[in-house]
């Protein structure tokens, strides 16, 4: 492949965006095509500002092509939970043993922005918007496109889906029957509501991920850097404690009064933002293969959409594209084998971060409140100070490590057989120390 043969990326969210910027950065020339008007000059869809958990994959990714600084200077690092029981004082739980680690709280929008001016900056990036992806023939990777001007045609010589969990390029490829997908819908949806500023000043603690599990449902809130919060519900979607059983203003309120107390005096516009502001939907998409024949690929969400409970769906996208990029390097930026290359490397570790986002909801959930749970994080603590190197967190080496997702969990498992072993022998000591005491106690 030469130089000129340019490469089409469609979508020009997060992922789409830094593609681009990886893609330009090799010399090819980039048709990057986003659905949307430029989101630079539009207006932010009403309850669709969800905050990003920016951790050490996405800044790896944005080092790379020297962009953490900029984007780090707006963001808000969060170094651990603050837990808010129905009633009680919050408590906090650090996400590190020594408390100094942070995930940062950083707008999705703002970040898309960043990589969206920086890819417009690069030599050889043409982006054209209001381009909705309608057609796609993976046999010659023509696509037809829907403008305001009526349908165009493009090709390429590879196609790139970086169009987010519901895909055109992988529904075209769906149908073309060069595929398959499964779509695993929670029976959750999620909801925002806002927390301004009070006198000028953050409303919590900014410091932190804001916690309130209540079982079968939470809230989370995230800062914001013009110091209000961005919460987020995640609640069933039927049944009684659901959104679907809450309709007037007054069960609203009753509701929140009985369930989150403390977040009446913080949200004045609570009710309205309930009442008008969208539910969104949550699962987990996968697919496969992820690329047909060299030629056409997807990317990020595209091929492995997850939930957002462990902060990781973003932060997953941009290490795709640092995995991509290393399989070019490494098959001499042959595209009919660093396409295959690159869904061998990171097939097994999406899997593996969807199914810890998963548990990590029921850990949000459920247990962070639980005195069973908090022990055992503080003997992870003191695990970690006692060896460190050699034991390590799972939330640590998710978040503020690069170890691929799979020998994470991999890890994680070993740790946990050796604790396990480790304390049944403790027990066996101790049953041998009491049993010899009550034969001392008996013989005297």
Known sequence: MSERDEIAVVGAGLAGCLLACFLARRGYPVALYERRPDPRTGQVERGRSINLALSERGLDALRRIGLADQVMADALPMRGRMIHPVAGEPQFQPYSVAGDRAINSISRGALNNALLTAADALPGVRIAFDHRLVGLDPADSEMTFETPQGKVTATASVVLGADGAGSAVRGQLLGYG????????????????????????????PAALHIWPRGT?????????????????????????????LG????????????????????????DDYRHNPIGVLGTVRCAPWQVDGRVGLIGDAAHAIVPFYGQGANCAFEDVVELDRCLDDTGDDWSAALPLYQRRRQENAEAIA?????????????????????????????????????????????????????????????????????????????????AAIGRGRRG
């Open 355 to 435: 199914r810890m986002a998963l548990a990590n909801f029921v850990e949000m959930r459920d247990k962070v409140a639980s005195p069973v749970f908090q022990a055992r994080k503080r003997i992870e603590h003191a695990l970690e100070r006692a060896l460190p190197g050699r034991y390590v967190s799972q939330y640590e080496l998710v978040s503020f490590s690069t170890t691929p997702y799979a020998e994470v969990r991999r890890r994680v498992r070993r740790q946990y057989a050796t604790l396990a072993a480790v304390a049944v022998g403790a027990a066996a000591v101790l049953a041998g120390v009491v049993g």
């Open 248 to 271: 007037s203003p007054a069960a609203i309120e009753r509701h929140f009064a009985t369930h989150y107390p403390d977040l009446l005096p913080l949200a004045p516009n609570l009710v």
């Open 178 to 205: 060069v595929l398959d997908e499964s779509l695993d819908f929670l029976d959750y949806g999620y909801k925002e509501l806002t927390i301004p500023p009070v006198g000028g000043e953050f409303a919590l603690d």
């Open 217 to 245: 449902s939470m809230m989370i809130a995230l800062p914001n850097p013009d110091r209000s919060f961005t919460c987020t519900l995640f609640w069933p979607t039927h049944g009684t404690a659901s959104f679907a059983s």
